[in-house]
């Protein structure tokens, strides 16, 4: 094995860099992982912008420590263990779920790890370098899970962002009465689609800018489109229900007319979700929530316990990944990969591999 290797590092807002960094030593707990491929997330070509989520308005409020090798939907080999490392072999196929958890705060210690107080996410931490490497040291606090060798790129590159559109969807409660909106069909709100079609709603409506997304849509368990370039959206889903609105919708767009509309759309007394991670602060309507329809907001972070069940669904055919994968470059080509991922109209899951 080679001592040095090639990542992508984040220096500073529009100032990335494929260097040549050394190949990580590990220890006790930790494993080294030969990364097969990994995931662009649409929080990676926001923080890339800059995005105020990521690099805060000053060192204060900043979450990224840069620079830092990005990167959190990855997978891949398993060529080194720490001498304290058990259940895990040379060989396996292997990712970590994107959070390193503390172990030690408050929700850590109640089992909400997914929300620890420390919330350090693969790819913006410096104890938790990332996957857009060619190889990547996983924490010793890493929760881990084997991937079976059935499984294809695209099958393995999606855990994570199913398992992240699978906890949206939980959080929503599905009914099977329910009239249930995905605002934004990307490669998650496709998982969200999807997971929530196993719960036998009344109807699925998806909602996007992009002809190829509602496409897949409709393929992902989307019983109706709407594209809010062809008509208004709200007026189309009061339609639908007769008036009332819809009872859940899910916002997975990241977009803030994204939340206006799913304000406007969702009827009295129902639940909305928010997914989407935004790149700035958003101004909506507030008094829609509790003066007007006393509606529930629910908040969606992060996979929470879904990744066992995700890996089970794939592998079982329940959960589907075709289509999801439309792109794939070399890590050296990673300024393609992330305009691509942001701009090419055909795009949905653009993975990056060594």
């Known amino acids: 094995m080679n001592k040095t290797m090639m990542a992508l590092r984040a220096f500073a807002p529009y100032d990335y860099r494929l260097v040549e960094v050394d190949v990580p030593q590990v220890s006790g707990k930790e494993i080294l992982v030969k990364v097969k491929a990994c995931g662009i997330c649409a929080g990676d070509i926001k923080a890339f912008h800059g995005g105020i989520r990521i690099w ?26 720490g001498e304290e490392v058990e259940g895990y ?3 396996d196929l292997i990712t970590a779920e994107q959070i390193v958890p503390c172990n030690a705060c408050d929700f850590c210690r109640d089992g909400h790890y997914w929300m620890c107080q420390e919330s350090a996410v693969y790819g913006f931490k410096a104890h938790a370098q990332g996957g857009f490497a060619e190889y990547i040291k996983l924490h010793s606090n890493s929760i881990l899970h084997k991937i079976p060798k059935s499984f294809t790129a695209e099958q393995a590159v999606m855990i994570e962002p199913y398992a992240c559109g699978m906890h949206a969807a939980e959080r929503a409660g599905i009914r099977h009465s329910d009239v249930v ?51 208004d959206v709200v007026s189309e889903i009061k339609k639908i229900t007769a008036g009332k609105g819809c009872d859940v919708y899910i916002e997975s767009s990241g977009s803030e007319a994204g939340v206006r509309q799913g304000l406007d759309a969702i009827r009295n007394l129902g639940r909305y979700v928010q997914f989407g991670v935004f790149a700035d602060e958003v101004k909506a309507d507030w008094n829609i929530i509790g003066d007007s329809k006393e509606i529930q907001i629910l908040g969606s972070h992060l996979s929470a316990l879904c990744y066992d069940a995700v890996i089970g669904g794939i592998g079982s055919g329940l959960l589907r990944t075709e289509g999801l994968i439309s792109h794939t470059f070399k890590l050296s080509d990673w300024a393609k990969a992330f305009e691509t991922a942001e701009k090419d109209p055909a795009a949905m899951k653009v993975a990056l591999r060594p």
């Open 56 to 81: 805060g308005t000053s060192p204060l409020t900043r979450y990224i420590e840069a620079p830092v090798t990005g990167g959190h939907e990855f997978f891949g080999e398993v060529v080194k263990v």
């Open 89 to 91: 072999e040379l060989g």
């Open 181 to 231: 909106v995905v605002g934004g069909l990307g490669a998650i709100g496709l998982a969200i689609a999807n997971v929530v079609k196993l719960s036998l709603p009344k109807t699925i409506i998806g909602i996007d800018l992009r002809p190829r997304r509602l496409q897949l849509g409709k393929e992902y368990g989307c019983d109706i489109v709407l594209n809010p370039k062809d008509c």
